[in-house]
Each structure stands twice: as C-alpha cells, then as structure tokens.
C-alpha cells in the first residue's frame, strides 16, 4: 500500500509476528520507520543486496524504537529481524499467452497480397492490438481475458480475410446495399409460418439476438436488409445468387448504430439463410464474429438478407478496441470517492491506536483502519474496540496499485493486516529523538 511520503509498503505476518517489511521509495524521501520488531536488531538490505546502514531513534512521546535512513527514489528496501535473509514478495502469477504466441506463429506466414484491402486492414489492426497485448510482460492471471479476447479476435480477423476479385472469384466485382429494417419476403420464407410476413422476420432476428446474448434487451436489436450485387465481366450490376457469391464468405462493414460506440459497447450478430447454401439450409443462423473498427462493426456471413444486430453497454471498458464475445468481465473495485488512494497515514498516539488511514471523501478514500481493527478521526484516541479490520463501503482499495481489503480481506488476512498497521509506523522526522547510528 502506497503512505505518507510516497512509499509503496508490503509485508507478511504469520501468527502475529511480523515476518517480513519491503518499501519502496518513490521520491527518495528521508525514511523514519518504527522498529517492527521492537527490542530487537534489524536488517535492512536494498535490491542489489547491499546492507544499508540507519540511525536508530525513538519516538518523541510513546519511546518506540525507530529506524531512520535516506532513500534512493525507485529503489526497494527490505526490512528482516536480527540477520534473517530479507524475503521478496511473491511475483503475481503471468497471464498464459501460449495459444496467443500458437496463433501469432501461424498467422505470420500469410501473404496478405492476395487478399482485399479492406478485410487486411482489418487483420492488420487486429494484428498489431495482439502483438501488443503478446508484448505486455505486466499482465497477470487475473486480466486474462485481455489475452483471451486477442486470440478470439486475431482469429476472426484471419477468417474474415477475403481473396481479391482476381484470386477465386472469377474476375467479379461485388457491393452491398444495406437497409435498416424488412421490407419484402424472401420467396423461401413465404411458406414458413413465422418468416412469412415482414414483422415475424424481424421478431424471428430480435428473438435470435436474444437467444445468444439474454443480457441484451430488444429495444437494443436492430434488423438489416443487405443485399449483395455482382458485376460479372463488366456486364452491369446485378444481384448475387448463391452461385456467384463468394466461396470464402463476405466481410461486411455496418455503422455503428446511434447511441452506440467501438469502447463503449459490445454487440452480437446474426445471420440467417434464405437458401441453400453453404452448408447451411433455409432458416438456419450463422453467429459471425464482431470486430470493432473506427467505421464500425466488421463480421463475415456466408449469404445475406437478414441480419441483426444486438447491443449491450460494455461492464469492464478498460480496453476498448476488443471485439464481441461473451462481454468484458465484471468485478468489484472496491473503490470509493474520486482518488481511490489511501487517506492520512496518521500518527501513532501514546495510546499506540491508529490513525485514520483512509477517510471516505473527496480524496477516494475508504475505510478505517487500525492494529487492532479500530480508529479514530485523529489518529491518537482509540474508540471502544468494537471494529474489527476495515469498516466503511464493504471493500476499499489502498491506492489504485494497492491490495483490496472490506469483504474480500479474509483471503488475505495475515499480509493485509500487517501492511494496514505498518502503514502508520512511517513517521514524521520531528517525532524522533536521541537517534545512535547502526
């Protein structure tokens, strides 16, 4: 957890005895420490292993032993009693990219010279977001689904990608002709009882929508007429027939529809089939994959006429270019007012409570905390005990880098505990007195 002078503070206790203290010194501040192990030597090394030398002191009123040294700015000091060998805290487990390296070998060999420009543009951005995300040493297990949605992503792109006119499609041009709503009834659904009107296509699309995604409501589905027109041999515009349409599929770009965005919003869509075609029969639904681009939503279908599109505002926005899938995961932050970070470390009083470390308010500060629990408004006088671990918005998070505590806090309970208490134990200079040199 982040205190009072810009120090990042981790520690470990086991059966209420202080294991280990690491701080990081991210301004290169004089550091005044209480001696977690009182009564007893201390051992401090930096990252290089290095012993650091300190002043030992005490506290101005209560007599607590104190360490006192100058900092590096960035770099980690690292606390143990007597010579014990300093313990580094454990390194979060990595996200696994194994699928995502798999899938970056395999595309990396494609000649995209024989594919349409607008379908490699495509693969392109979707490209260079995986590289990215494969480059990223930071992320951990629990953002996993930022490597999940690369791979989903990265695959769609390489799908979608559409042979040139001169490269399978017998030297034909195509365009599409996209209108929103049913105007007109396939001849092959005349005879079907809940596609045989112009309104049962469009209940019969929401309803599709629907059944992929339950979380999206209709007034989020909107239903196309697309059309597809093919210009063989120059002879003119015409419409497709499931002869000429394109064997490897067609990549279709829809506007966004209003209201709606590529970081704001997730989508599904659906395709269904007025003839036989293939692989698929009249009536049956394809579900392509959607990628968000800066002209709106790509997918390829393997025929046209109907499509729908559903919507839903998007749960976890942090990255905002991923494509549709089940949507981004939620979770708990645990955070309260606008900063997110920690309060007033506070003083260690004669009474050895506490001060308030995090005031909800302005600051984002959330929760009390104290050594036994408790706290108080200045830091110096305890209350009546009652409280126990962090109060206030049923989790609070240290600083946006620090560790969750409130509800999710029994996970931890020996590791968060310390770290609250030694948050306080950092103290102003003026507090010391009849420092000795070690």
Not at 36 to 60: F, L
Not at 202 to 207: I, L, Y
């Given at each position: 957890?982040?205190?009072?002078?810009?120090?990042?503070?981790?520690?470990q206790q086991?059966?209420g005895i202080?294991?280990y203290?690491?701080?990081?010194?991210?301004?290169?501040?004089?550091l005044?420490?209480?001696?977690?192990?009182?009564?007893?030597?201390v051992?401090?090394?930096?990252?290089?292993?290095?012993v650091?030398?300190y002043?030992?002191?005490?506290?101005?009123?209560?007599?607590?032993?104190?360490?006192?040294?100058?900092?590096?700015?960035?770099e980690?000091?690292?606390?143990?009693k007597?010579?014990?060998?300093?313990?580094?805290p454990?390194?979060?487990a990595k996200?696994?990219?194994?699928?995502l390296?798999t899938?970056?070998?395999?595309?990396s060999g494609i000649?995209?010279?024989?594919?349409?420009?607008?379908?490699?543009?495509v693969?392109k951005?979707?490209l260079?977001k995986a590289?990215?995300?494969?480059?990223?040493?930071s992320?951990?297990k629990?953002e996993?689904k930022?490597?999940d949605?690369a791979v989903?992503e990265?695959?769609?792109a390489k799908?979608q990608l559409?042979?040139k006119?001169?490269?399978?499609?017998?030297?034909?041009e195509?365009?599409i002709?996209?209108k929103?709503?049913?105007s007109?009834?396939?001849?092959?659904?005349?005879?079907?009882?809940h596609?045989?009107?112009?309104?049962?296509?469009?209940?019969?699309?929401?309803q599709?929508?629907?059944?992929?995604?339950?979380?999206i409501?209709e007034?989020?589905?909107?239903?196309?007429?697309?059309?597809?027109?093919?210009n063989?041999?120059?002879?003119?515009?015409t419409?497709a027939?499931?002869?000429?349409?394109?064997?490897?599929g067609?990549t279709?770009t829809?506007?966004?529809?209003?209201?709606t965005g590529?970081?704001?919003?997730?989508?599904?869509?659906?395709h269904?089939?007025t003839?036989?075609?293939?692989?698929?029969?009249?009536?049956d639904?394809e579900?392509?994959?959607v990628i968000?681009?800066e002209?709106?939503?790509?997918f390829?279908?393997h025929?046209?006429s109907?499509?729908?599109?559903?919507?839903?505002?998007?749960?976890?926005?942090?990255?905002g270019?991923?494509g549709?899938?089940?949507?981004?995961?939620t979770?708990n932050?645990?955070n309260?007012?606008?900063?997110?970070?920690?309060?007033?470390t506070?003083?260690?009083?004669d009474?050895?409570s506490?001060?308030?470390?995090?005031?909800?308010?302005?600051?984002?500060?959330?929760?009390?905390?104290g050594?036994?629990?408790n706290?108080?408004?200045?830091?110096n006088?305890?209350d009546d005990?009652?409280n126990s671990?962090?109060?206030?918005?049923?989790?609070?998070?240290?600083?946006t880098?620090g560790?969750?505590?409130?509800?999710?806090?029994?996970a931890?309970?020996?590791?968060?505990?310390?770290?609250?208490?030694?948050?306080?134990?950092i103290?102003?200079?003026?507090?010391k007195?009849g420092?000795?040199?070690?």
């Amino acid at each position: 957890m982040r205190t009072k002078g810009a120090f990042l503070v981790s520690a470990q206790q086991d059966q209420g005895i202080v294991s280990y203290v690491n701080i990081t010194s991210e301004k290169g501040q004089p550091l005044v420490l209480i001696n977690p192990w009182q009564g007893s030597n201390v051992s401090v090394v930096d990252s290089k292993g290095e012993v650091v030398a300190y002043e030992e002191g005490t506290t101005k009123y209560s007599g607590r032993q104190t360490i006192e040294f100058a900092t590096t700015a960035g770099e980690t000091y690292y606390f143990v009693k007597g010579e014990d060998k300093p313990a580094e805290p454990e390194n979060p487990a990595k996200a696994d990219k194994s699928a995502l390296e798999t899938l970056l070998s395999e595309v990396s060999g494609i000649d995209l010279n024989q594919y349409t420009d607008e379908s490699v543009n495509v693969f392109k951005d979707v490209l260079a977001k995986a590289q990215a995300i494969m480059e990223d040493d930071s992320l951990t297990k629990d953002e996993q689904k930022k490597v999940d949605d690369a791979v989903k992503e990265l695959t769609a792109a390489k799908e979608q990608l559409i042979l040139k006119d001169n490269s399978g499609n017998g030297g034909n041009e195509y365009k599409i002709e996209i209108k929103q709503g049913i105007s007109e009834v396939p001849e092959s659904f005349k005879s079907i009882e809940h596609l045989n009107t112009p309104s049962k296509i469009v209940e019969e699309m929401k309803q599709k929508i629907q059944n992929k995604d339950g979380e999206i409501a209709e007034t989020n589905i909107a239903v196309y007429d697309v059309k597809l027109l093919v210009n063989i041999d120059g002879q003119g515009w015409t419409a497709a027939t499931k002869e000429n349409f394109p064997a490897d599929g067609l990549t279709i770009t829809l506007p966004y529809p209003p209201g709606t965005g590529r970081t704001a919003h997730d989508f599904t869509a659906a395709h269904m089939f007025t003839e036989d075609m293939n692989g698929f029969t009249v009536g049956d639904v394809e579900y392509p994959v959607v990628i968000k681009t800066e002209d709106g939503i790509t997918f390829k279908v393997h025929g046209l006429s109907p499509i729908s599109v559903g919507w839903k505002e998007r749960k976890n926005d942090s990255d905002g270019d991923t494509g549709t899938g089940d949507g981004g995961s939620t979770g708990n932050t645990g955070n309260t007012g606008d900063g997110g970070s920690t309060g007033n470390t506070g003083n260690t009083g004669d009474g050895s409570s506490t001060g308030n470390t995090g005031n909800t308010g302005d600051g984002g500060n959330a929760g009390n905390t104290g050594n036994s629990g408790n706290s108080s408004d200045d830091g110096n006088k305890p209350d009546d005990g009652n409280n126990s671990g962090t109060s206030g918005n049923n989790g609070t998070n240290s600083g946006t880098n620090g560790p969750k505590t409130g509800d999710a806090a029994k996970a931890a309970p020996a590791a968060a505990a310390v770290m609250m208490s030694l948050a306080v134990v950092i103290i102003a200079g003026a507090m010391k007195i009849g420092r000795k040199r070690r």
